[in-house]
């Protein structure tokens, strides 16, 4: 069933673009971008992310939407880091539990992780701010960092 719901999603949008003349959204499995979605076996979990969101995570090319696939018992990670006054935060660092920087986000305060273990903790820094570590059980996430008293 979930073949059949991926496959006619897909071909949904991609019609959708094709009759309006505008480009594919991206399709995305285990984190690499794939062109022939034909062959998709099974799955464990579908994102489709679209608008200023797809922009932001995958610069122009995300323009027209993302489809983000994992068949690996993983899920995709991403959201924005902002100040406790809601000022986007470029450089922070989303670092695992056992101290690797997996990401830092971009000039829009956004990050993007293709495959991260659910129930993995993660935790996002910056100098100047106090960290903050959450266990992995969604995809989005909204970060919010307060400033160190001095």
Known sequence: MKHIIVFLAITALWADGF????????????????KDTTTLGNFDRIDYVQGRKGVELFGPKGAQGVIIIQADGKIPL?????????????????????????ATTNDCGTFFLPCVAI??????????????????QQSEWKVKLKRKMK
């Open 19 to 34: 009759s309006q003349g505008k480009p594919k959204p991206i399709v995305m499995v285990n984190g690499q971008i794939v």
């Open 78 to 102: 991403y959201g924005e880091v902002t100040s406790s006054t809601g000022k986007r935060i470029k450089g922070a660092e989303i670092i695992s539990a056992d101290g690797k920087v997996l």
């Open 119 to 136: 129930g993995e903790t993660v935790t996002v820094q910056k100098k100047g701010y106090i960290g903050q570590s959450w266990v992995t």
